[in-house]
């Protein structure tokens, strides 16, 4: 049978690829972004890869109203809500303090306001129907703040709050809806062109990259088991641990121009009189970007850390056969 699913952010990048996964399962998708070229050109790739069937709808995440439209008019016309992907971010590179009070408000609307309204909207029909997967594109960033991407970190900590306390109260009521977030690592995806930036160089992911379709992997794979979490690759997990082992070297390291400043740019100047940014309206209006951004040479399409999580009885059975081995051969030697 045939999936319902509703992605936001599904015109490029991750949002663009974890579409095309669902597709060439036969899911039914729905894509929800602003730019037209991109939500075209989403929509027949979509088509293209196998979905069931597809509907497209041009809406900016930060009007919960129109999410809600969306949802209801996804759930109208194929009986419901299986799964929900909030994906769309927007994003400000510059130090804390050049960054407006209307820059902060924006990506907070879009990349945490926005989680919230598509978490909500999807809730209202999943809730009822007792079942249904939500799954947030979070970041390691979600826990460890790095420089020049203030807005965006503090909107990636604000949906794992989110996450956390709305996972309680459904564990409460007993609703069977899953709620998971996937924590990506830096991801080639064509947010890099299109950033609200500051910065005397072009944008970056900070290396190593992973293509996008790594993450898709891993958003299909939480929403199939309604796993809490998960860790894309091993650079997500490094953060992580040493965020809880030592946060104020971390301090240190990232306030270094080759760590926390240089690793977020390339050597290629930007020129802010013909820069486009995607803050306040689409740059995929007139031009297609696809799922990739401009760093396909040094990214990666595979992360063995992923594929240890996702088959983790198997990795637990092979490391145990390996110590019973080790542990037989050093007792016969005695």
């Not at 009521?173 to 991801?187: E, F, I, T």
């Not at 929403?223 to 040493?242: S, Y």
């Not at 803050?279 to 063995?304: I, L, M, Y």
């Amino acid at each position: 049978m045939s999936r319902n699913v509703v992605i936001t952010g599904a015109s490029a990048g991750v949002g663009r690829a974890v579409a095309v996964a669902y597709a060439r399962r036969g899911a039914r998708v729905a894509l929800i972004a602003r730019g037209r070229a991109g939500l075209e050109g989403a929509s027949l790739e979509v088509r293209a890869a196998g979905a069931a069937d597809v509907r497209t709808y041009r809406a900016d995440v930060a009007d919960a109203a129109a999410l809600q439209d969306a949802a209801d008019d996804v759930a109208a016309a194929w009986g419901g809500i299986d799964v929900w992907v909030n994906d769309a971010m927007a994003s400000v590179f510059a130090p804390a303090w050049d960054i407006s009070p209307a820059e902060y408000r924006r990506v907070t609307e879009v990349n945490y306001l926005g989680t919230v309204h598509g978490t909500l909207a999807a809730l209202r029909h999943m809730r009822p129907a007792g079942r249904g997967a939500v799954v947030q594109i979070g970041s390691a960033l979600a826990y460890r703040g790095i420089p020049l991407q203030a807005p965006y970190c503090a909107s990636k900590h604000a949906i794992q709050g989110f996450n956390d306390s709305l996972r309680a109260e459904l564990l409460h009521d007993g609703d069977r809806v899953k709620l998971s977030m996937v924590q990506l690592p830096a991801v080639n995806t064509p947010q890099f062109s299109w950033v609200r930036t500051r910065l005397p160089h072009h944008p970056q992911p900070v290396p190593p990259i992973y293509q996008p379709e790594v993450v898709a992997r891993a958003v299909l794979w939480v929403a199939d088991r309604g796993k809490r979490e998960i860790n894309v690759g091993g650079p997500t997990l490094k953060t992580r641990l040493g965020n809880i082992v030592a946060p104020a070297f971390l301090d240190r390291l990232l306030s270094t121009d080759k760590r926390g400043y240089q690793s977020q740019q390339t050597g290629e100047p930007v020129d802010p009189a013909t820069w486009q940014d995607n803050v306040d309206k689409p740059v995929d209006d007139d031009r297609d970007f696809g799922a990739h951004g401009v760093f396909d040479a040094q990214s990666r399409s595979r992360s063995f850390a992923l594929w240890a999580t996702m088959h983790k009885p198997l990795v637990t059975g092979v490391v145990g056969a390996g110590l019973g081995l080790v542990t037989a051969g050093v007792l016969r030697r005695r």
